[in-house]
């Protein structure tokens, strides 16, 4: 999915399964944060307010399977 986020383009890629976090993305490719996920299903703390402050979602890509 992209977004916007915190005045920028972002890319969310949701995880596979479990205890996995999803991530957040830059234009470049470069990691953000972990919005969820893991042990304790919070992400990394690093965008705690993801979830919240996303706008103007748009799927890119899903995988068909």
């Known amino acids: 999915m992209r977004y916007q986020y915190n005045d920028q383009t ?3 890629e949701s995880a596979p399964c479990c ?3 999803s991530t957040v ?4 490719g470069n990691i953000l944060c972990h919005p969820e996920g893991g042990i304790t299903g919070k992400g990394d703390g690093q965008c705690a307010n ?3 402050r996303r706008t103007n979602e748009q799927l890119v890509w899903q995988d068909p399977r």
Not at 25 to 28: E, R
Request: glycine letters at 0%.
């Open 19 to 21: 205890d996995q976090q």
């Open 25 to 28: 993305y830059d234009l470049k």
């Open 10 to 12: 972002v890319y969310y």
């Open 50 to 52: 993801f979830n919240k």
